[in-house]
């Protein structure tokens, strides 16, 4: 079955982008070699923290199967339906003793109304990722993707994604990866479009690497 690709970045963050490799060059050289961005977008809500937990650790394309695997799975992907289903049924999905602790935590958040879609879309970004880490397995970096793609977010920076520090090192010619620390330094200034810089060296890591440019966004 052939792909389907993603679509153009909306019209305001086209914009915003022009004003951002119009800031860094190097920035400016990634369409330019890769091709167009990408816009990648993931479902909010429980659904997509869920997703995030299913694709920690591990490669996109076994997240992807066992994202497949588990949405397959009536009422799987509501927090209600995740709750009554057995540990064995989450087994057969895929999912580890630890994903299956995870996932359990984070159906008992919504389930108490401790997340909810409306209650992280309406937060500052700060406040958001600390709710989303207070639920346990999930981390800052789970909500900064989060943030990313499901809320769209234009200026949060997944610092801690050994990706994108790959993919600065090999853009500005770094003798090493960054640490984290030190990208999220380098990042300060590309506010504030911090969030679509790091959309554009996911997109470059895609390329250096080989990967296909039509998949879901980095596992969280």
Known sequence: MALIPFPAPPPAARAALAALVARDPALAAIERRCGPLPWRRRAGGFAGLLQAICGQQISNQAAAAIWRRLAAIPGAVTPEGLHRLPDAALR??????????????????????????????????????????????????????????????????????????????????????????????????????????????????????????????PPA
């Open 92 to 217: 057969a999905a895929g999912l580890s003793r630890p994903k299956i602790i995870h996932a359990r935590a984070l159906a008992a958040a919504f389930a108490s109304g401790g997340l909810s879609e409306a209650g992280l879309a309406a937060m500052e970004d700060e406040a958001a990722i600390a709710t989303i880490a207070g639920v346990r397995g999930l981390g800052r970096w789970s909500g900064e993707v989060y943030l990313l793609f499901a809320l769209e977010r234009e200026d949060v920076f997944p610092a801690g994604d050994l990706a994108l520090a790959a993919s600065i090192a090999a853009l500005k010619g770094f003798s090493a990866r960054p640490r984290e620390a030190a990208l999220r330094a380098l990042a300060e200034d590309w506010r504030p479009w911090r969030g679509l810089a790091a959309r554009l060296l996911w997109h470059h890591w895609r390329f250096v690497t080989g990967r296909p440019s039509m998949d879901d966004p």
